[in-house]
């Protein structure tokens, strides 16, 4: 009976402290943070904070890719694609104290497409109507914004977008107020205020950002945690000394590499890693203007002899091989496509057919940071293998980039460090962005200048597919665009990295959380203290 | 004196302007579009025109580095581009612990490296002089980045003698300032060595050491005072570039200085933050430096000024 009742009371207690309310968590990085406006913040490292302060219409399922209505209690999609009704939650109050509502979504949204706000993410919103004519300065307001009433916001587009909702789950359309913008000025990235989990409580610049539990947050019992600290400038090898003592509980910037495999071979620390995927794939430009790389031929060829096995293992195994541009988790990203595997006779075959029996010269760019220049060194000897000889020119990374947008300068870039990682999880972003002929334009990131109108139209189509329900086909749609894509070649697909969450064993949260595909690196509302 | 002093002023001002025309034009060269960095990835070419426009890139250079010069006169140096904020404010926030930084390295740096320097003249080619120019030269060349490390992980992490960096009260200023006064002081001993050496080899010590004077009392009184000179203009200028900031030192403890600050600006191509630290960092070379001239008739009379 004894026995019955300490079993029953010890699972209560279990239960109990799986997520117990209270306690506080600390997260080192070494960048300082530079903003925690939703409309300016725009690097992985205030993206988790931004998110922890504000939230928008949609968001995701934790630990998934799967939209929900977030302050929006749910939406409705016109037939023509062209229309998206959003009901809004009643009740849900800014930290300020005062009561969202759909006024607030209409300002938020002008504000961050209003040029003077110089928001980088003013790019995804520019398909809403008449964004055209309010950055013109010809319009006081977006006229396709519309508040039919105190709870409803109705957004027109001018065409179709199946990502339209993600753009909506994205910081850069989350919600503020605008007497707290209106009153911290240009510092609104200093002073906060939004409607999230989390509200800012102390900001020492370049010290540490502390925020608290937003009492009235709309979703009862979260977050989990009183208090989440952000230590700034933390050395990743001294931020993981500190984690070991207790005083850092996530190291933001991973595992320092120099401690990696200690790491995972340590069976103790190694209970303390989650891995996850990530939507990224890093990738060779072959720049599609400049010859020879204009001949398909040869891009084949090249495609054909790298050995991505060899560049994984030189980063320790933190990324798998990648085939083609999506990435695993990515809805079209097809597991069967084989791709173009390494075949070093092949490849000569195909460039002595392309005409060019001992090779040609070419320069290939890359970031200096590590481990940049070391897998450049690996793609620039697996090239002389087939008799490409590959100058290597690694530059600071705005130099790369700025050499990537620049019409006929740069033949070959390795993308690593720059590009690509998803800003919201849908094949579009890896198309429109980087692989489309609009994006093949000076200061445009299709390095590869690569332009195909006939994919262009299949992409328009099928993001015309907004309705539930046919998210399957279009998935397919997108797996056949891609599947053209990499029988042009305008890239090499290297690989796709993987994330390694490292924690301290007071952290509890599932592996899901701790290594969100949206919410990097952590999904902070769902974190708690294990007692 | 005071004609003198003018002068210097005037050269002072003559450099800061100066830096401020070299570096608007080296980052006007540099091969970065800031516009774009700030525009986002997504941005059309529009947009990024548009934002070129908001940061007033799109005006000529000479207009440019007027309306920057106009500002700095007046006290503005301009917006951050990335965080939106004053540059002032963000300086300011760095300023203390740069500045407790500097003096807690250069009082290390002097603890350190004067006594060794006198101990290894007045021993001079016995053991204690070879080991100290050993350890002096080690210090010099030990990457700061390692010795830093190094300093924690014993002092701080397996001793837990101290805190394993970041910003706080002084027992967070100790490793830092050793980590710099280890690297500086080496230069100190070598120079003092040397200099006491000169000094101890002149007649008026020989004077001194004939009407039968102790030993310290002609090293401390008579010596040391002349000997100390060349150390002078060494304080003048760390503390000069200290106040620039101390990037590996900063970034190994995690102290909040200019050092940091500049560093990130440099990689996001922030360039009013860039302007403004190298500014604020000229502006204290050429202060300290300044400084240690007027000092120095104060340490030797026979030095004057007119």
Redesign the interface.
Known sequence: MNRWILALALSFTLLAQAQSPGGSLTVSFKDDISTLDPAIGYDWQNWSIIKAIFGGLMDYEPGTTKLVPHFAQGYSIAKDGKSYTFKLRKGIKFQNGREMVAADVKYSLERMLNPKTQSPGAGFYTGITGVADYVAGKAKEVSGIQIPDPYTVRILLDKPDASFLHKMALNFSFIVPKEAVEKAGADFGHNPVGAGAFKLKEWKLGQQVVLERNPDYFQKGLPYLDTLVFLVGQDPNVAFLKLQRGEVDILGDGIPPAKFVDVMKDPKLKQQVVVGNQLMTGYVTLNTQIKPLDNPKVRQALNLAINKERIVRLINNRAVPAVQVLPPGMPGYDPSYKGYPYDPAKAKQLLKEAGFPNGFSTVLYANNTDPNPRIAQAIQQDLAQIGVKAELKTQAQSTVIQAGGTKGQAPMIWSGGMAWIDDYPDPNDFYWPILSCASAVPGGWNWAWYCNPTLDRRAEAADAMVQPGQEAARAKAYQGIFAEVMKDAPWIPIFHEKRYLMHSPKVGGSDAILVDPIHTPVNYAYLYVKR | MMAYLAQRVLQSLGVLWAVTVITFALLYL????PA??????????E??E??R???GLDRPILQRYLGYLGGVLQGDLG?SY????QVS??LA??LV?TLELTLAGVLFELLLGIPAGILAALRRGGWLDQGIMLLSFAGVAAPQFALG?LL??VL??KLALFP????GGWEHLVLPALALGLAGGGWYARIMRSSMLEVLSQDYVRTARAKGLAGPVVVYKHALRNALLPIVAMIGTDLGTFMGGVVVV???????GIG??TW?AI???DIPVILGAVTFTALFIVLANLLADLVYPLLDPRVQYR
């Open positions: 540099l091969p970065a579009d774009r960095l700030v525009a986002g990835r997504s941005a059309t070419p947009v990024v548009r934002v426009h908001e940061l917006r990335l965080q939106k904020i404010e963000l926030s760095r612990p490390l924690l992980y701080a992490y394993l960096g970041g910003y900063e970034s190994v403890f995690g102290w909040p940091q600050l990130q990689q996001t191509v």
